[in-house]
């Protein structure tokens, strides 16, 4: 009979081992060339929708928690977090290295021409410190209110993060406004769960 510590440990594994099977997909369509005529086009497109993917599942998992008592979903929330940082990480690394050839002014260059890779560059951006205070060391460090206060970057970068995605699509822009309604609901959430807790309780 395995003890709680051992279920969520076997249940963190699965969890990972889930999050890598879009990038384990696409190393083996990498390896049998079955990634279109434009690889390098693909395989930014295909990080990116993974690194917003992650990120609303991420944001899910409050309203989840707090409407169906899934009190047990913010034990992952901190992997799948990390899980968006590390798909936008590839994200970045495609669009620099392959399409940008490691050059830093061409980089530069079209973060200032092209609006929809600033919107990108600013969500990644965002995302690299929430990334580095995920641990518990750096929560007792930053003090809980800060590390909340920080961490609502999440809500800011996620809206960028869709606004690159729909001004990247050239016509199809189904799934940049599919994410952006999902946002839409989880934000709003907040915003409605927020004004009832500021409501004065009814006296009996």
């Known amino acids: 009979?395995?003890?709680?510590?051992?279920?969520?440990?076997?249940?963190?594994?699965?969890?990972?081992?889930?999050a890598l099977v879009p990038l384990c997909m696409l190393a083996w369509d990498g390896m049998h060339r079955q990634l279109g005529v434009n690889p390098v086009e693909f395989l930014t497109r295909i990080f990116g929708v993974l690194t917003l993917m992650f990120i609303l599942i991420t944001l899910a998992i409050t309203p989840l928690r707090k409407q169906f008592g899934w009190g047990f979903l913010i034990k992952y929330r901190r992997m799948l977090g990390l899980f968006a940082f590390f798909y936008g990480c590839l994200h970045l690394i495609t669009y620099i290295g392959f399409d940008r050839s490691w050059s830093l002014s061409s980089t530069i260059s079209d973060v200032i021409k092209r609006p929809f890779i600033a919107f990108g560059?600013?969500?990644?951006?965002?995302?690299?410190?929430?990334?580095?205070?995920?641990?518990?060391?750096?929560?007792?460090?930053?003090?809980?209110?800060?590390?909340?206060k920080l961490h609502k970057l999440i809500y800011i970068l996620a809206m960028a993060g869709v606004v690159h995605f729909?001004?990247?699509?050239?016509?199809?822009?189904?799934?940049?406004?599919?994410?952006?309604?999902v946002l839409a609901i989880l934000l709003g959430y907040r915003v409605y769960a927020h004004g009832q807790k500021a409501l004065p309780k009814k006296k009996n």
């Not at 009979?1 to 081992?17: D, G």
């Not at 001004?167 to 189904?174: A, L, N, P, Q």
């Open 1 to 18: 009979m395995r003890t709680a510590q051992q279920t969520l440990w076997f249940n963190k594994v699965l969890v990972f081992i889930n």
């Open 121 to 148: 560059m600013a969500s990644f951006l965002m995302l690299i410190p929430l990334a580095i205070t995920s641990t518990d060391k750096m929560l007792h460090r930053l003090g809980a209110k800060r590390w909340l």
């Open 166 to 181: 729909y001004m990247i699509v050239k016509s199809d822009v189904f799934y940049p406004v599919l994410f952006g309604v």
